[in-house]
């Protein structure tokens, strides 16, 4: 039986701004820190979404050009 206590909590992504939700890679992939995720696109400005640590991204939101407000969960690197 595998022990998930021991197992190290997720490392949130979250929104910088309100905006409109863009991601550049894809579920599931192996990014390393400050490997960009996506955007969040406002007002003719682009918020790089970064990871801050390296692991497996797994997208909270799944779509691309998803409204958000800044805060939102965007992703979780496992």
């Known amino acids: 039986m ?3 206590q021991n197992a190290p909590e997720p490392h949130r ?11 550049t890679v894809p579920q599931d992939s192996s990014v ?7 955007y ?5 400005l682009d918020a ?3 990871a801050p640590a ?5 997208y909270v939101i799944d779509e ?3 409204d958000v407000d800044g805060g ?3 992703a979780e690197l496992r």
């Open 2 to 4: 595998t022990n998930y």
């Open 13 to 23: 992504i979250v929104a910088p701004l309100a905006g409109i939700w863009r991601r």
């Open 32 to 38: 390393a820190e400050g490997d960009v995720v996506g």
């Open 40 to 44: 969040v696109e406002a007002i003719k």
């Open 48 to 50: 790089a979404v970064t």
């Open 54 to 58: 390296a692991g497996t991204i797994h």
């Open 64 to 66: 691309d050009f998803v």
């Open 72 to 74: 939102d969960d965007l």
